[in-house]
């Protein structure tokens, strides 16, 4: 059985569907701070089948060690988290304690149960402001400039000692660039609290017409149309790059890292063009002064995914924003619509 923190939020949703798809039993451990029962419900209908849900706090050691005494868990995806990097700066506190002592709580409670795989999910924000593109994973990381970055920067160091200290650790780091997209089915996808501080989902809500017009963060970087250039991956793309590596995990020992990108960057107003083809009309948009900590552009170098996972992504740009719009048009205030009831999953009472 495999446990998944933040299994109900965006990425891990998807990760459990795939889970699924694939046959594991897997177990969510989520507190739902982010996110709604209704996503397991719909990763229910997709598979046919329900993953064990529990509703609590990843940093509850009490609640861990309940969970591995009640389930036959082998190896963990960590996706709970914070991620919002404007919030980390009000509130950096919170940020290092969900995502740094959240860490260290499972990996205790897992060492404890005689576990010792674990998936995490880490950001391309590690590298900080790379002079060089592609990035590599060779690349030293850099200097984060907000508490979300350092988080995932610190929590990386966090697992690397881990590993050396104790050879029954196998570690995956996953440097993911820029998920987006959403399932085929239209079913589940992003559906961010509040406004939505990345480029897709505001672009998505200009559509579906909760918001008036886009803002382009800056139109004077030193990239070919002077907009900021990102390597998009289609979160199910990502979601499959999670089971190759719980794969290898079998076979290699320590801390492996592999960045989860496509190896191709667009720039924002190549992203505009190209969803303003999908939804066939021309999206509201104004030029706005660069968004403070923003970088001129981060592309992956994802041959180390590819040579050692035997995973490369599937889906492009089209496809991407294609099945983006497919689930916004048909949800249009995202799970808000749904009874949110955790009654299709299989729910159990623990201790917490
Ligand atoms: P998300 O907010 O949709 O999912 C995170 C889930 O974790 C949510 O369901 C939330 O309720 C849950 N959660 C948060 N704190 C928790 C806690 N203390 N205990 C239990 N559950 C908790 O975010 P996502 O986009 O799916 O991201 C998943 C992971 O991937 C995060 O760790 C994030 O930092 C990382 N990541 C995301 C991106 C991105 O752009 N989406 C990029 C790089 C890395
Ligand atoms: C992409 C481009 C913006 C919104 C962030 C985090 C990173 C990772 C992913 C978790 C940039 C521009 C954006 C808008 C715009 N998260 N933009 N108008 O900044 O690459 O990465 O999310 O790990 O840590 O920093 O993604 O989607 O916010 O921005 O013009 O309304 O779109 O300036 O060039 P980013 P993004």
Known sequence: MILVTGGAGYIGSHAVLELLLAGHEVLVLDNLCNSSPAALQRVEQLAGRAPHFVRG???????LKALFAAYPVSAVLHFAGLKAVGESVREPLRYYETN????????????????????????????????????????????PTNPYGQSKLMAENVLK??????????????RYFNPIGAHESGLIGEDPNGTPNNLLPYMLQVAVGRRAQLNIYGNDYPTPDGTGVRDYIHVVDLAQGHLKALERLEQVAGVSVWNLGTGRGYSV????????????????????????????????????????????????????????????????????????????????????
């Open 269 to 352: 107003r190549q992203m505009l063009s190209a969803f303003e083809e999908v939804i066939g009309r021309p999206l509201p948009h104004v030029y706005k002064p660069r968004r403070p900590g923003d970088i001129a552009q981060c592309w992956s170098d994802p041959s180390k995914a590819r040579e050692e996972l035997g995973w490369e992504a599937q889906r492009g740009l089209p496809t991407m924003l294609r099945d983006a719009w497919r689930w916004q048009s048909r949800n249009p205030r995202g799970y808000a619509q749904d009874k949110a009831t955790v009654a299709g999953a299989t729910q159990t009472a623990l201790a917490s």
């Open 57 to 63: 706090d990843v940093r509850n050691r009490a609640l």
């Open 161 to 174: 000692g881990l590993a050396d200290s104790d050879p029954r650790w196998s570690i995956g780091l996953l």
């Open 100 to 143: 740094v002592s959240g860490s260290i709580a499972l990996c205790q409670a897992m060492a404890e149960a005689g576990i010792f795989k674990l998936v995490f999910s880490s950001s391309a924000t590690v590298y900080g402001e790379s002079p060089v593109m592609p990035i590599t994973e060779e690349r030293p990381t850099g200097v």
